[in-house]
C-alpha cells in the first residue's frame, strides 16, 4: 500500500508491505518514517480532541486525550465526551475523564475556566 508520512514536512512516499507479523517499508528517508508507516497499520491511533459540557454555563471546555488513543476506540471517547459535564473551576491540564472508554488515556482541558 502507498503511504504519505506526515512526521515533517517532506511527506515521504512510501510502499509499505504487510506479510504475516513483517512490515517492510521503502521510500522513508528517516527512521521517523518507517516507525509511522508501522504504527499505521499495525495500530493506528490518534489524538482526539472536543468540547464538554460546563455546568451553570453555556460556554462548554475544550479537551483532548493526553495521548493518541486507538482507531478503533475513537467513537468511544466522543461518546464520553458528550455524556460528561464538568464543574468549574478548571485549569489546563486537570484531568477531566481518566482512563476515557478504558483506554487507559485520560481527557485533560485545554483552557483555564
Known amino acids: 500500500m502507498k503511504m504519505i508520512c506526515i512526521n515533517c514536512p517532506k511527506g515521504c512516499e512510501m510502499d509499505v508491505t504487510v506479510d504475516g507479523d513483517r512490515v517492510t517499508v521503502v521510500g522513508n528517508t528517516c527512521p521517523k518514517g518507517e516507525a509511522y ?4 497499520v499495525t495500530n493506528p491511533t490518534r489524538m482526539v480532541t472536543g468540547l464538554v459540557r460546563v455546568a451553570g454555563t453555556r460556554k462548554p471546555l475544550p479537551v483532548k ?3 493518541p488513543v486507538p482507531k478503533p476506540k475513537i467513537d468511544a471517547v466522543l461518546f464520553a465526551l458528550h455524556q460528561a459535564t464538568v464543574q468549574l473551576p478548571v485549569r489546563i ?3 477531566i475523564i481518566p482512563d476515557v472508554a478504558e483506554t487507559g488515556v485520560d481527557i485533560v482541558a485545554t483552557a483555564n475556566m
Open 65 to 67: 486525550t493526553r495521548t
Open 93 to 95: 491540564g486537570d484531568v
Open 37 to 40: 508507516a508501522k504504527a499505521e
